[in-house]
């Protein structure tokens, strides 16, 4: 008996530890998001549903092409709860990625969401990178239609491979994901990383370091 008692107390700590590492599910209808409310909470308040209209549920701007006229030739239009208020509790945001020849998304991390991507136009070389000891990269080639998967917290990028521009849409699991890009996070922190801890990080002399903060 006391085994069973253990046994299911374990399950039940885990099925708690998985629903807290997610995005709070909603408790009503919907709660749509008060961007101008003081109250700090975790996520966005609400807004009176007396007052909530179809505005509030929707967002235009999608089939518009981002500029990708940038050092990274690439461009990421976010439709998350800033930008829709409606997606507040609801654990779901989207976004759209264009990508001029050869431009990137760089390495960057989602820190509260899983992603999954298509690729509506052109070509993308995707990877993601395992945690540690292993650090595998595990990488693919997408074309038109193609669907891959980031795990939530993964350092993982795209790479238009194709002759000309690419389209791609990404769902996440969080209505606010997060977006760390690796190299503006080390080389454009405010206040800086110190040199000397770059220096050992990166195996680099102090002079590449100068120049990688004076770019981010």
């Known amino acids: 008996m006391a085994f069973y008692i253990f046994f299911f107390g374990l399950v039940l700590s885990f099925s708690l530890s998985v629903v ?3 995005d709070h599910s909603p408790l009503q209808d919907f709660c749509v998001a008060d961007t101008r409310s003081r109250v700090l909470v975790n996520g966005l308040a609400c807004k009176d549903p007396k007052t909530v209209e179809a505005a509030d549920f929707s967002f235009c701007g999608l089939h518009l092409e981002g500029n990708t006229s940038n050092p990274i030739g690439s ?3 976010p439709v998350t709860v800033f930008q829709l208020p409606g997606l507040n ?3 779901i945001s989207l976004v759209r990625i264009d990508y001029a020849p050869s431009g990137v998304n760089p390495p960057h991390t989602h820190p509260r969401a899983s992603e999954i991507i298509t690729v509506l136009e052109g070509s993308l070389e995707v990877g993601f990178v395992t945690s540690s000891p292993e650090y595998r990269h595990i990488t693919k080639v997408l074309q038109k239609g193609d669907v891959f998967v980031f795990p939530i ?4 990028y795209q790479r ?3 002759s000309g521009h690419a389209v791609a849409i990404a769902a996440l699991s969080s209505q606010n994901p997060g977006v760390v890009v690796i190299a503006s996070a080390v080389f454009g922190s405010k206040p800086s990383i110190a040199n000397d801890i770059l220096v050992k990080a990166f195996h ?3 002079g590449v370091i100068n120049y990688l903060n004076s770019i981010f």
């Open 20 to 22: 807290i590492a997610s």
């Open 89 to 91: 509790t609801l654990g």
């Open 75 to 77: 461009s990421v239009t």
């Open 160 to 162: 238009n491979v194709g």
């Open 204 to 206: 680099v002399d102090k």
């Open 153 to 156: 917290g993964l350092v993982h």
